[in-house]
Structure formats: C-alpha cells, structure tokens
C-alpha cells in the first residue's frame, strides 16, 4: 500500500495528525512530490534522527564511543503504551524489561523537547559520588553507556485531565539507571 491510502491507514491506526505529518514530511513520498511540481525538498523535518542526534550529542559531552542507535521495535513498543495511557488518561511508567523517559507537555512537543528537559536535569546529578540532588534519573538513563538503542513515540491525551496534552515516551535497550551503578 502506498500514496495517501497509507497515510490514512496510519490515521486509522491511531497515529496523531501530528505524527502523520512529520512521517510525511520526512518521506522519499513527499520529496516525489516536491520534484512533480519542481519543488526541491530541504529541510524536511526527521524526529527520528533529530532524537539519535541529540541523545548521542548529549552523550558525547561526557565521553566518546557507545552511541545510540533507533530501533523501530523500540518505538513500536514505546508508541503502543504512549496510545494506551493517552486513551486511559493516566501518566506512568510502564513494567517492562526497556529503560524509559516520559514526559508531559501543554503544548504540541517534539521528541528533541522531551529530550532537552531531561537534559537539564544534569545539573542535579554527581558522577563522583553517583547521587541526584533532585530528579536525575532521566538523564542517566540518556547517558547509559550499555543503552545502545532508542526508540520514542507520541501521543495526544483524548481523556483525563491531560486531555489535549502531548505525551512523549522514549525506550532504552539494554535499560539502564541500576541502583548503585555509573552511566559510564
């Protein structure tokens, strides 16, 4: 299935507007289109690579190598469980085997946003003694040397007092944050 019978699809599927559109924007099917009316295509919007750039940017301040990989399994996973709290309301962590970062916005966000806010919560985290002072645990599941693959996914609350809300959930393989252990 090709053309805009697989955007729909997509749509059917539940997947955001949102979604939909940064998947179009980023597609060799939107470059085809572009060129028919001899438009060329630049600066398309790519979440995923926006998401492995910044992640191994952040890595890459603190040491060298291990950087992250996407996987579609990860985001599949990542997207099934960003539907289901979207549709439920609720906001929490999910009980399975991959490290994970949520987050919770007012606003239409992106996956770098998400990423940006657990950023800065490095300020709060000492690698000498390995503590938080405050909340850290987002960021060093970003920085887990042994995490190699990323997969994120979003969603728009429909119920709840997060009604209208942007959802943002991305999953770590292998997970990390093991208590008493460093990042890196």
Known sequence: MGGIANWMNKLNN??????????????QEFVN?????????????NPIQD?????????GEIYNGSLIKW??????????Y????????????DNSDYGEN????????TYVDAINSWYEEKFDYNYQN???NGVCGHYTQMIWANSTELGCA?????????KGYTLIICRYNPAGNYIGEKPY
């Open 154 to 162: 979003k969603a728009i609350y429909s119920t709840g007092n997060y």
């Open 82 to 93: 960003a539907n289901y709290l979207a549709s439920i309301g609720e906001f929490k962590h």
């Open 51 to 59: 998401a492995v750039d910044r992640h191994n940017e952040i890595r």
């Open 102 to 109: 949520l987050f919770l916005s007012s606003y239409n966000s």
């Open 130 to 132: 390995n503590s938080c």
């Open 33 to 45: 289109l572009c060129d028919s009316y001899g438009i060329k295509a630049t600066n398309k919007p």
């Open 14 to 27: 539940g997947s955001s507007k949102e979604e939909i559109l940064d998947g179009f924007l980023a597609s």
């Open 71 to 80: 996987s579609d399994d990860l985001a599949n996973s990542a997207k099934d």
